[in-house]
């Protein structure tokens, strides 16, 4: 039966006729293409890459972002695909982040005309694929610590260093490297195949199956001097990467918490115990779903106000910081209240509940920890960083 969305409090009234279009292609596309995939994808660790023509077709990728074959819809309409996509899962919504937040995005406010032109119509037509490799071995909330370096010599550069939990890398063709030169951090596209270059899959994953998750390792790997975004100076140009993709996490994460209310709601109202009674008759099965449908409506309003402010040009990366923790924490909460309504049904992959939290669990950890989102909002209000 097709998805007719979860609004409790008339949400939709505060979305326009195209925002509402948008989110019916994207909820279209998740239904009827991506969902038949997903269980045996997540079922045999692969992402299924032959949706990725279609969601390039249909202008998911860089949705937000204007130009180069871009289709410039607002950032409600991109968080409306976010959240249709994470409603089938959150692996196939990571690829879109990071292709289009974490790639694109950079390229087009980092880059030289020779780069966009080169990349962006290649990667928003799916034709390229890309990874943003950020995160090394022993730096992961603290980015401003990375050793991979990035050296000086005749015309280019020569890179050296591990990145690990890169989303996309094996699978791509370009991958945005971000390295400590002399000058401070600077990012390089680095071309698959070039020599010193390699990736290597990361096997044993209980979360993100239906993603490819690599390690990156650059040895004396050398790139011209045209690979290096020449506008992007400092950690502040990665991180204001992450900010774009943070804010599509905060959308996206709703799609996954609709499926487990939703999965939980019907399910509580077929499944008979005690007397015959539905288990929706039960006090404390209404109470769980009474905080689902509230906590989701709450995470709506955010989104939407959040995606209003960036279509203005004020939202900030503070408050990025609070839509994304709120958001996946409620999603989280979500997923292990549903599991639990579903008693033993739960546990299986008949039911999409347990591959959201699982899902949702790297979703806490990669863009910023919960903590970490903590520590932003505790600075903004009292002044005083605490990450150290
Ligand atoms: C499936 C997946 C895909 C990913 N994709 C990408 C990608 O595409 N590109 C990329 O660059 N990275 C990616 N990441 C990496 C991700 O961004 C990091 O895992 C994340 O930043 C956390 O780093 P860490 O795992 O090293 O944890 P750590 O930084 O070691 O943190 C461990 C724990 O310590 C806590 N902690 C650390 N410092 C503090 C502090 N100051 N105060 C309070 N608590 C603290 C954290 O909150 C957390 O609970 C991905 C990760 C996963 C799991």
Redesign the pocket.
């Known amino acids: 039966m097709a998805f007719k969305g979860v609004d409790y409090f008339a949400v939709d009234s505060l979305l326009t006729e195209e925002e509402l279009l948008v989110r019916q292609t994207a909820r279209r596309f998740a239904g009827e293409r991506a969902l038949p995939l997903i269980r045996d994808c997540y079922r045999d660790a692969r992402f299924p890459r032959e949706l990725v023509p279609e969601m390039a077709e249909l202008g998911f990728l860089g949705a937000n972002l204007e130009g180069y074959g871009c289709a410039a819809m607002s950032n409600v309409e991109y968080g409306l695909i976010m959240q249709e996509l994470e409603r089938a899962d959150s692996g196939l919504r990571?690829f879109v982040s990071?292709q289009g937040a974490?790639v694109m995005y950079p390229i087009l406010t980092y880059g030289s005309e020779e780069q966009k032109q080169k990349w962006l119509p290649a990667l928003q037509s799916g034709r390229a694929v890309g990874?943003?490799?950020?995160?090394e071995p022993d730096?992961?909330?603290?980015p401003a610590g990375m050793r991979t370096t990035a050296r000086q010599e005749g015309g280019g550069w020569v890179l050296n260093g591990e990145?690990t939990?890169?989303?996309?890398g094996t699978a791509a063709d370009v991958a945005l490297v971000w390295a400590r030169a002399e000058g401070g951090i600077r990012g390089f596209l680095v071309e698959n195949g070039t020599a010193g270059f390699t990736t290597a899959d990361i096997h044993g994953?209980w979360?993100?199956r239906a993603?490819v998750?690599s390690s990156l390792s650059l040895a004396d790997c050398r790139v011209p001097d045209s690979a290096r975004l020449p506008e992007a100076k400092g950690l502040k140009a990665p991180l204001s990467c992450l900010t774009q993709a943070r804010f599509g996490i905060g959308w996206g994460v709703l799609g996954a918490a609709m499926d487990c209310y939703e999965t939980a709601r019907e399910y509580s109202t077929l499944r008979k115990q005690f007397d015959g009674r539905p288990i929706a008759s039960h006090q404390l099965v209404q109470e769980k779903l009474a905080w689902m449908i509230t906590e989701i409506t709450k995470a709506q309003l955010l989104a939407v106000h959040a995606g209003r402010l960036k279509d203005q040009g004020k939202l900030e990366p503070a408050h990025v910081s609070m839509l994304k923790r709120n958001n996946v924490a409620m999603a989280l909460e979500c997923a292990r209240l549903s599991r639990d309504l579903l008693g033993a049904n739960g546990i299986t992959d008949e039911y999409p509940i347990m591959r959201h939290l699982c899902n949702l669990e790297?979703v806490k950890?990669?863009?910023?920890?919960?903590?970490?989102h903590a520590?932003v909002i505790g600075e903004r209000v009292t002044g005083v960083a605490a990450?150290?």
């Open positions: 990571s990071v974490l990874c943003f490799g950020l995160t730096f992961g909330s603290n990145k939990w890169i989303t996309n994953k979360s993100m993603s998750t790297t950890t990669y863009e910023g920890t919960d903590h970490i520590l990450y150290k």
